[in-house]
């Protein structure tokens, strides 16, 4: 990306600055894309002259995944891994983030090629260590601050209202046209359409954690207008010409909504579960980003068991629609 100077430090560059200078992070992550022809990963323009050096920064630098391997995959700034770890340890790149491809193995080899020295990667692995232990991982549990963090603090009131507040500031209106906004108090009917209108994952987007409650836009305009001024209708669907609906609603385990999903860390089903939760929302699940089905459950060679009893209301036809990479089975 070739962006002006003036662009960069009065558009791009000011938030960043204030989190580094004024909220004093401790990592900084940096990015796929390039600037000056250069991936941010491998900019010694941004991760020393900018980050270091003008605004002091004197912590952890990781990559985004994968972003050192695309040095020679993708971006072909570098000839193969070996050239692509020297690059960014050197531009400034403490910690490489990635799912199987670490360049940052060859670094040994990187020095017998004097394509970077020792003292280079000690410097990058002091900042890692430092971050380490300010995090407590070699210190025990009561001399670390952050274990004495009870769980009673998440989401518990002061927090909802904050975030009530933050989502309050932050909306922009980017188009009232003929003035719609605020609705009336003497409207009669309102319509609801569209795929995202009543969508509970869309509102997670991704590397999301799971949230105790998601009010959809619709459930929004519920809690203000009696059931019947709403018509809703999600009327089409985001990339099909057919709009399939979700009976979700009327799934049950044991009496309570949702599915009940046991998990093992084997690939099998065999051994004891490691972990058995209520799965109370429309199923997305990924490992990408490194993400756990559930807390304790390996990122690969994992298996996974899920139960539910399904009430129609009226007779018709149910399609079972699945997604998934992998083996999977479906007892009805």
């Not at 270091?52 to 995944?65: G, I, K, M, P």
């Not at 869309?202 to 207008?225: A, E």
């Not at 399904?310 to 149910?318: H, S």
Request: aromatic content about 10%; glycine content about 6%.
């Amino acid at each position: 990306t070739d962006v002006d100077p003036r662009q960069l430090y009065e558009t791009y560059l000011p938030a960043f600055k204030a989190l580094v200078q004024d909220a004093d992070v401790r990592q900084v992550m940096c990015a796929y894309n390039r600037l000056d022809d250069n991936p941010l990963c491998g900019s010694e323009r941004m991760l020393d002259e900018i980050l270091r050096e003008a605004w002091d920064f004197e912590y952890l630098v990781v990559a985004d995944c994968g972003a050192v391997h695309d040095f020679y995959t993708t971006h072909d700034v570098s000839t193969d891994p070996v050239h692509a770890a020297a690059r960014a340890i050197r531009a400034g790149t403490d910690l490489e983030c990635d799912w199987a491809n670490y360049t940052y193995k060859t670094l040994p080899e990187a020095v017998d090629r004097q394509l970077i020295r020792e003292q280079d990667i000690d410097q990058a692995l002091k900042r890692v260590l430092v971050g380490r232990f300010d995090l407590g991982d070699f210190g025990d549990d009561s001399m670390v601050k952050w274990a004495q963090i009870p769980p009673s603090i998440l989401n518990n009131d002061e927090h909802r209202a904050l975030a009530l507040e933050m989502a309050r500031k932050s909306m922009t209106l980017l188009q009232n046209k003929n003035d719609v906004l605020p609705l009336s108090k003497d409207i009669d009917k309102v319509a609801v359409l569209g795929s995202n209108a009543d969508n509970e994952v869309m509102l997670w987007g991704n590397y999301n954690g799971t949230p105790v409650r998601t009010i959809t836009i619709l459930d929004g305009i519920k809690s203000k207008l009696s059931e019947d001024q709403i018509y809703y209708s999600q009327a089409i669907d985001l990339v099909e010409d057919k709009v399939l609906e979700s009976y979700f609603e009327g799934l049950s385990f044991e009496g309570e909504k949702g599915f009940k999903a046991t998990y093992w860390n084997t690939p099998d089903w065999s051994g004891e579960p490691v972990n058995t939760v209520r799965v109370v929302n429309p199923m997305k699940l990924t490992v990408a980003g490194q993400h756990q089905f559930a807390p304790g459950v390996a990122l690969d060679g994992f298996s996974a068991k899920y139960e539910g009893k399904y009430t129609a209301e009226e007779d018709g036809n149910l399609v079972f629609r699945f997604g998934a990479t992998g083996f999977f089975e479906l007892f009805v």
